[in-house]
């Protein structure tokens, strides 16, 4: 199965499912460019338009690669919040299993139910870690990757630097292991795939882009930012994450003077809670945020991460 889920990709790599920013038309012009497409189950609101977006990207996608035989699109993958308070899994998960989802990404809680019903139907599950502690416990769980969430990240983000944060993990798992943070160029895919990464996770690189839900300001936001200006607190969600300082500000907030949260504060219902609501204008980015300049398509940023990243196994190769 993993073959089949990476036999069509130009890239190693998963567009990250971001908050707000993944739709459809994100994923289906991802998966045409030929890297993996993924969206949170939550982005689709109510409960209901889930059907709707899956049905649209299967849709896309198979006439897509009724027209293109011989370089069909990558497949895709939703995102499924785990946690307790997500009062939607069940209904979700059911509706990933209805349409073969290939691929299902799992985060925030032990994923052993959705394991067993996403392998019932032949699909993958990668779980999103970013201590040895909840590795450990995905992999017991029967997971088919890890997705490493390293220091840098967009959103969530743990502490942990990525030479260390593989090295251990390989130490107890030896299947297919993908990398992000701060991963938003071509060298830094190939620098992922030497460290022993299969693939790499890249949500900021495709913020601004045409096909991306964010708001004109979010994007031109990210635009402007550089490493700097991106803030780790655990304020919005309970869980630490790294966010726009321009963002917090504009919400009124003193980004070096944030008080703390706990996990009290995480909650997934179907709909949503009123301070989580509150906090829909915090905007999310990685520590790779510098490295973007560029407000084009998909299809563009995919050549351009292609290109350097040929490039720098080029480099490699003569030294």
Known sequence: MMDKLTASLHLPVIGSPMFIVSGPELVIAQCQAGIIGAFP??????????????????????????????????????????????????????????????????????????????HGYGGLVFHDVTTLRHARKAVDAGVDGLILVCQGAGGHAG?????????????????????????????????????????????????????????????????????????????????????????????GLDPDALPESDKSAMRYGSGGSSKSKAWRDIWGAGQGVGAIDTLGSVADEVATLKADYQKALDHLRRL
């Open 41 to 118: 189950a939550l982005n689709a609101r109510p409960a209901e338009v889930l059907r709707e977006w899956l049905a649209q990207i299967t849709q896309h996608l198979a006439q897509y690669n009724q027209a293109h035989p011989d370089a069909p699109a990558a497949p895709f993958a939703v995102n499924q919040i785990v946690h307790p308070t997500n009062d939607r899994l069940e209904h979700d998960v059911a509706l990933c299993a209805e349409f073969e989802v290939p691929l299902v990404i799992t985060s925030l809680h032990a994923p052993n139910r959705v394991v067993e019903q996403v």
């Open 159 to 251: 502490r942990l630097n990525p030479f260390a944060f593989v090295a251990e993990v390989r130490r107890f798992f030896d299947g297919p292991l993908v990398l992000a943070g701060a991963i938003t160029k071509g060298e830094q895919i190939a620098a992922a795939r030497a460290l022993g990464a299969d693939l790499v996770y890249m949500g900021t690189r495709f913020i601004a882009t045409r096909e991306a839900r964010a708001q004109p300001e979010y994007k031109q936001m990210v635009l402007d930012a550089a490493a700097a200006d991106i803030v780790y607190t655990n304020l919005f969600t309970g869980v630490h994450g790294n966010y726009l300082r321009q963002s917090i500000e504009q919400a």
